[in-house]
Nanobody
């Protein structure tokens, strides 16, 4: 079993920045991916970014590339999402998730473990 705890969400004005953290504990998987998804009210879960744990390769949604950056700290078993130039349309609950094996990263169904989510609200 994997436990994920997100933090760092909050309220920010448009153009501002936030850094989300996701601390992982429990079982580990050598070829796993840790990812960030978001879900706005009335919408489905949207892929934001992912990182492969064993080699640090990163994958970002094209729509957010250049503004959002995923990174990790192996020693802390923590993944981060740095979000810059935030826009009101970035308002959503952001979830951290783990895919234990090779995955279609944009598809949340490949991710077996999920955190509780952290709210990000961007005002105009």
């Amino acid at each position: 079993q994997v436990q994920l705890v997100e933090s760092g969400g909050g309220y920010v004005q448009a153009g501002g920045s936030l850094r989300l953290s996701c601390a992982a504990s429990g079982r580990t998987f050598s070829n796993s991916f840790m990812g960030w998804f978001r879900q706005a009210p009335g919408k489905g879960r949207e892929f934001v970014a992912a990182i492969r744990w064993n080699d640090g390769n990163t994958y970002h949604s094209n729509s957010m590339k250049g503004r959002f950056t995923i990174s990790r700290d192996n020693a802390k078993n923590t993944v981060y999402l740095q979000m810059n130039s935030l826009k009101p349309e970035d308002t959503a609950v952001y979830y951290c998730a783990v895919a234990p094996r090779s995955a279609v990263l944009s598809d949340p169904r490949f991710f077996d473990y999920w955190g509780q989510g952290t709210q990000v609200t961007v005002s105009s």
